[in-house]
């Protein structure tokens, strides 16, 4: 059940101070999740106004509903996950459709039983994961301070925060209609719908609520410089997987199983790190500094290739432009940094 916030508190900070960090997040991930990546460059920034109901609204409420129920990182993963396959497999149909915007991203690994690529599924979703919900998240969290892990919105911004989160999926349902008449069969309709399920259920019912006390280990939390470079060491493989694979003429499954290879060790190396005496807030920003970095880098190096990776003709304005935003992004990153307080041990771990 979820936690209800008190509508009015002497303690709480002006209404615009409290839900500063929810802003942020609403127009943070669809910059994340988009144009870092260059799928968009800044020259239609205009665009955030479509992207920020599905994006934003939909990582916070993620994060919202997470906060409120006590939960931790793997419930808002577990959330993310569930936020992905209705995206990918609902809104925009591309884990079926086989020409997606006329991207042919089925072809590599495509089972006819399934109508699917499993080399494009666990790619997506897992980009949706990592970069459209949880490095948006820890960033607003980081620029939050002590108001990290609390919620951000009363009850009448969560009804708002839904329905535009509503209309920004009815608007990529008829954007994903308008552009290819494809709609997926009623059987990979049900399976998604059931996956969804479960995976909701788990994030609520496979982790308890935070447990303040939880005891950490006797080791030393890693320094963020190296917590900063194998998250991007990691994220830069996990991308470089397909690439590696079909350069050498390998079947999809090694570019999964590379990929799967990377996500497995960042899950445990953060999982034990962030058990550790001394991980803090900044160690959490950390991550978020390498899986930007990642994300500016390869969209950076897309956009020096002479185009976006829809396919649009790029200029130098473009370049320029996505080096202004990965500086503003990594800019907010440090700003949270140094506002997280160094002996605040305990309300932000990765893990919970």
């Known amino acids: 059940m979820l936690s209800p916030m008190p509508e009015s508190s002497p303690d709480q900070p002006p209404t615009f101070r409290r839900i500063a960090p929810a802003l942020l997040l609403v127009v943070l991930a669809p910059i994340v999740a988009e144009f870092l990546l260059a799928d968009f460059t800044v020259r239609q920034l205009g665009l955030l106004v479509a992207l920020m109901p599905l994006y934003g609204c939909g990582a916070l409420l993620i994060r919202e509903i997470a906060r409120r129920a006590r939960r931790g990182w793997p419930t808002i993963v577990l959330l993310a996950l569930a936020y992905a396959l209705l995206e ?46 949880a490095t948006p998240i820890l960033i607003a969290e980081g620029i939050a301070g002590p108001r ?101 003429g ?48 390869f969209g950076l190096k897309a956009l020096m290739s002479g185009h976006t990776n829809l396919g649009a003709p790029t200029s130098a304005v473009d370049i320029a432009g996505q080096v202004a935003l990965g500086a503003a992004v990594l800019g907010l990153i440090l700003a949270g940094a140094r506002l997280a307080n160094a002996d605040d041990l305990g309300s932000n771990l990765p893990i919970r």
């Open 88 to 133: 990918e497999a609902f809104l925009t149909q591309s884990l079926f459709n086989p020409n997606y915007v006329h991207q042919r991203l089925l072809d590599y690994g495509f089972i006819p039983a399934l109508g699917t690529s499993f080399n494009w599924t666990f790619f997506v979703l897992s980009i949706h994961v990592v970069w459209s919900v």
């Open 250 to 297: 390998l079947p999809p499954a090694v570019s999964v199983g590379l990929r799967l290879g990377c996500e497995l060790a960042a899950a445990v190396l953060i999982v034990a790190w962030s058990s550790r005496q001394g991980w803090t807030p900044r160690h959490c920003l950390a991550v978020a500094t390498g899986t930007t970095a990642t994300y500016f880098l």
């Open 148 to 248: 990290r892990t609390t919620p951000w919105l009363r009850r009448v911004g969560l009804v708002v925060t839904t329905l535009f989160f509503l209309l920004g999926c009815a608007a990529s349902v008829a954007f994903s209609l308008k552009s290819s008449p494809f709609v997926a069969s009623p059987a990979q309709f049900a399976v998604s719908a059931a996956v969804i399920l479960v995976v909701i259920v788990a994030a609520f019912r496979a982790f308890r609520p935070i447990d303040e006390s939880m005891a950490r280990t006797t080791s030393i939390a890693p320094p963020l410089w190296l917590v900063t470079v194998a998250t991007l060491v990691l994220a830069s493989a996990y991308f470089a997987g397909e690439s590696v694979a079909r350069a050498y």
